[in-house]
């Protein structure tokens, strides 16, 4: 019996070593159909390894600026606050599993591991998207609704909030019973169950593209279309600074949206062949290059804010010392309830050299010193 149990362990150790891919289609009965090469894994763990540091380091940033610069803690920014989070929580938790995976040549964590990394990387992506559609709508209504409020944090912490709510409505079902999660690709990472062809996998995953893709590219169609037609309507009317202002932060939404679908189009498309189309009909290769340049939207986001958004873009200036006079010079003289920061010497300066006197603030911030220099974030008082 001891020889039997014996035996039959190494028989199965064997089957793992030789061949992991199909001992992990016999264990959870969804597998890929094919491996990478060698050098095809090595391509995949540096593209793997780039993404990951890329994204977190990114990431991280947008976030110390969120946290150091009270100048932008605006309304707005904390939905791009989320979603930055959610890119950084992909990077950590997601990413950095399928580059260990990639270096080891098979997924080698197990299949709880793997229901785990799917439903990571779904959430954290849905978070991201529905983020996105909070942020076309709100454009919207700021830019063809006028006399309204301005917008207070209520609202946005609300639509955070219940954007991690809507994607773990959608996310959790697998790990419950409705489809599930498994191995994808190449077998070095793991998401929803494409391959699983029972009629419950195939209802949520049709429900997953309606309601986590369709639905909010429908909202976000609708918000931009009704958008730029407002704008056409009005477009010979000079706008004022703020709403020209308003107009930028359009701009980048768009950007940020369009590269989102970029980035997510081609792996919904893979998905869904997958999904409903004969079985084998994408190769290892033709599935890892899509879910490469998904992953690769959490490394972008954060050079959009930086690079578009003047707010972010001057203070990530100052973050790293770069030159104050540079950096102030180029900011706008336009006041602003919590957009700029603009750097003046004291009129009594010059009675003291190099004295740089406080200006009475009413926020009382804590003063931001670089190079020497201080000064207050909210009244652009020089310290």
């Known amino acids: 019996m001891m020889s039997f149990q014996t035996s039959h362990l190494n028989d199965t150790f064997s089957v793992s070593d030789k061949d992991p891919v199909r001992f992990l289609h016999e264990q959870w009965n969804d597998s890929p159909t094919g491996?990478?090469?060698?050098?095809?894994?090595?391509?995949l763990s540096v593209f793997l390894g780039l993404i990951m540091t890329s994204g977190f380091l990114n990431n991280v940033v947008v976030l110390a600026l969120f946290c150091k610069f009270k100048t932008l803690r605006t309304p707005v920014n904390v939905i791009l606050v989320n979603i930055?989070?959610?890119d950084l929580l992909v990077c950590?938790?997601?990413?950095?599993?399928?580059?260990?995976?990639s270096v080891r040549g098979r997924w080698f964590l197990g299949k709880q591991a793997c229901m785990w990394h799917g439903f990571v990387n779904s959430c954290f992506g849905i978070v991201s998207l529905i983020s996105l559609v909070i942020l076309s709508y709100e454009r919207y209504r700021t830019l063809t609704v006028y006399n309204q409020k301005s917008l207070g944090y209520r609202k946005p912490l609300l639509a955070v909030g219940g954007s991690w709510l809507y994607s773990l409505i959608w996310t959790v079902p697998p790990l419950l019973g409705w489809s599930s999660y498994g191995l994808e690709g190449a077998g070095t990472s793991c998401s929803v169950s494409w391959t699983e062809r029972s009629p419950k996998s195939s209802a949520y995953i049709v429900c997953l593209f309606i309601f986590c893709l369709g639905l909010p590219v429908t909202v976000m169609v609708y918000s931009y279309g009704r958008l730029f037609y407002a704008v056409k309507q009005v477009g010979k009317v000079r706008r004022s600074a703020s709403r020209k202002r308003e107009f930028r932060l359009l701009s980048m939404v768009i950007v940020m949206v369009t590269c989102y679908l970029l980035c997510w189009t081609p792996y919904?498309?893979?998905?869904l062949i997958v999904t409903f189309g004969r079985r084998g009909a994408v190769s290892p290769l033709a599935s890892v290059v899509p879910s490469l340049l998904a992953k690769s939207s959490t490394v972008i986001n954060p050079v959009i804010y930086i690079l578009l958004n003047k707010q972010f873009?001057?203070?990530?200036?100052?973050?790293?010392?770069?030159?104050?006079?540079?950096?102030?010079n180029s900011l706008s003289s336009a006041p602003s309830k919590?957009?700029?920061?603009h750097l003046?010497?004291?009129p009594d300066a010059d009675a003291s050299p190099g004295a740089l006197r406080?200006?009475?603030c009413p926020q009382e911030p804590g003063p931001l010193c670089v190079l020497g220099r201080c000064v207050c974030v909210v009244c652009s008082a020089v310290i």
């Open 35 to 43: 491996t990478l090469s060698r050098a095809g894994l090595v391509a």
């Open 84 to 86: 930055s989070l959610s």
């Open 92 to 101: 950590a938790c997601g990413t950095t599993l399928s580059f260990a995976s």
């Open 268 to 271: 919904g498309i893979v998905a």
């Open 313 to 328: 873009y001057k203070c990530f200036l100052i973050l790293f010392r770069c030159e104050l006079s540079s950096a102030a």
């Open 338 to 341: 919590s957009t700029f920061i």
């Open 344 to 346: 003046d010497r004291h």
């Open 358 to 360: 406080p200006s009475a």
